[in-house]
């Protein structure tokens, strides 16, 4: 899960194997702060999978690459 | 994982947040008041819960996503502290977490050129930048460090 310059930063990286998923910058921070914001919250409790899937949805990450198990 | 599990999840985050780095079982078990084994035990349960994730075959900390317990491409500055991330997903997630402003440190993974990211109220400075996941969400804890 990494950080881009552009693009074509992208496919270079790639180097012939298929393509997971990219999102902007813009669309990372907030799937982070959807994902992560409770992490350190006195009253945490685990997340169970629909919850996660939940959030997912939420951003518009609605394909099968972003299914969870 | 129980309860008390959770409670030593708890004591571990925050033992990590304040010291700018993985605490030790033994730290865990001094500021909760329960003994090593205890906790190595405890980690055991939440590594199993994909709650922190232990080096193999140990019972030291390697992930209490989205901090890493070691050296990573990916540094994140907030509050005057800093920490290592496990990717760039956690990067953002460090902030996220904190409720706070910060900077990421990284580098574009093709070409190493160095990438500043500042967050300021959830968004990033640069919205230029690209994020790529290459293992799909089904597989993520199949090898989550690869991942």
């Given at each position: 899960?990494?950080?881009?310059?552009?693009?074509?930063?992208?496919?270079?990286?790639?180097?012939?194997?298929?393509?997971?998923?990219?999102l902007s910058a813009t669309k990372l921070s907030e799937l982070a702060h959807a994902w992560w914001s409770d992490r350190l919250d006195t009253d945490w409790q685990p997340h169970v999978r629909d919850q996660n899937q939940a959030i997912l949805t939420s951003l518009g990450l609605t394909d099968d690459f972003w299914q969870l198990p | 994982m129980d309860e008390r599990d959770v409670a030593v999840r708890n004591v571990t985050y925050h033992l990590f947040v304040d010291r700018g780095r993985a605490p030790t079982n033994a730290d865990v078990a001094t500021a909760a008041g329960a003994s090593a084994d205890e906790i190595r035990a405890s980690w055991r349960r939440l590594h199993d819960a994909h709650a922190i994730v232990l080096?193999?075959?140990?019972?030291?900390?390697?992930?209490?996503?989205?901090?890493?317990?070691?050296?990573?491409?990916?540094?994140?500055?907030?509050?005057?502290?800093?920490?290592?991330?496990?990717?760039?997903?956690?990067?953002?997630?460090?902030?996220?977490?904190?409720?706070?402003?910060?900077?990421?440190?990284?580098?574009?993974?093709?070409?190493?050129?160095?990438?500043?990211?500042?967050?300021?109220?959830?968004?990033?400075?640069?919205?230029?930048?690209?994020?790529?996941?290459?293992?799909p969400a089904s597989a993520w804890w199949d090898d989550i460090v690869f991942t």
């Open positions: 899960m990494n950080l881009f310059r552009s693009e074509e930063h992208v496919l270079r990286w790639l180097d012939g194997r298929e393509p997971g998923a990219t | 080096h193999p075959g140990t019972s030291e900390l390697r992930m209490a996503n989205p901090f890493s317990a070691v050296a990573s491409a990916f540094r994140v500055h907030a509050g005057g502290r800093s920490w290592y991330a496990n990717c760039a997903w956690d990067a953002f997630g460090i902030c996220a977490a904190l409720h706070v402003d910060g900077r990421i440190e990284t580098v574009c993974a093709d070409c190493d050129e160095a990438i500043e990211c500042e967050i300021r109220a959830a968004r990033p400075s640069d919205e230029s930048l690209l994020f790529h996941c290459l293992v």
